[in-house]
């Protein structure tokens, strides 16, 4: 009979890992770990901004719809100029419209005192571009002067075209929207958790900032490098955060 030869790991002359060589197998472990983890880490919250944001575009677009019904198309709601204190009737109308018309867990309104809004200057929103702005018109004051929580803690502001006509970044419309998807939780980087949005009066439709074919200053920045201020076109056309 043939003999066959065979190893054994049990003892009787087997031979297991040395130290060394243990030692240098977590290593390469641990270096492997610590070169793929946060860009999977990365790609896990960015998965989770996407998701928060297609949510969020879509509540608001349901709002404006049921508002519609009730209303009209927006060029019926009553605009008018905005009102540095917040009394203005005709815009406080639509947001009491919009505040009606949406799961609101918190209101604020003025300047903000509490911390369950966004306060100006109370976290310094940073662009893409890894930039804190100094102009209220861009990412230090960036809600306005209305601002809803929503249960999921996403945080929606409202500002309107001011008593001097100047729209938020050149927004071709009267009410522009900014959405923080997970709150006041970081990273606060416009293009990663904050996006904009506006209001096409004409048509009622919630429409996402900004086509990279327009001819708006801040049309194609939703790149590394840049202001973020077109992202939530990009994210929402291409349905993922590629970036």
């Not at 290593?27 to 946060?38: C, D, E, Q, R």
Request: with cysteine; hydrophobic share 35%.
């Amino acid at each position: 009979m043939k003999k066959v030869k065979y190893c054994s790991f049990g003892g009787g002359g087997a031979h297991g890992f040395t130290l060394a060589e243990v030692l240098i197998t977590l290593g390469i472990i641990g270096v492997v770990a610590a070169i793929t983890m946060p860009s999977l880490i990365t790609k896990i919250n960015n998965k989770g901004y996407t998701e928060r944001l297609i949510k969020a575009y879509s509540t608001l677009q349901n709002a404006t719809n049921k508002i519609i019904e009730e209303e009209g198309l927006p060029s019926n709601w009553g605009w008018s100029n905005y009102s540095t204190d917040t009394d203005n009737s005709a815009n406080e109308h639509i947001i009491d419209l919009y505040k009606n018309n949406l799961k609101v867990v918190y209101y604020c309104k003025g300047s903000f005192g509490d911390n369950k809004c966004m306060s100006i200057g109370s976290i310094k929103y940073k662009g893409l571009d890894k930039q804190t702005a100094t102009s209220i018109y861009s990412r230090t004051d960036i809600f306005g002067d209305y601002q809803f929580v929503l249960p999921d803690s996403t945080i929606i502001g409202f500002r309107f075209t001011n008593n001097v006509g100047v729209v938020f970044w050149d927004a071709p419309s009267a009410l522009t929207i900014t959405v923080d998807v997970n709150g006041k939780k970081k990273p606060n980087i416009v293009g990663r958790d904050v996006f904009y949005f506006y209001l096409d009066n004409s048509r009622g439709k919630i429409l996402p900032f900004m086509s990279d074919e327009s001819s708006n200053k801040y049309a194609n920045t939703c790149e590394v490098g840049k202001s973020g201020h077109s992202c939530a076109y990009r994210v929402i056309t291409e349905g993922k955060m590629n970036y």
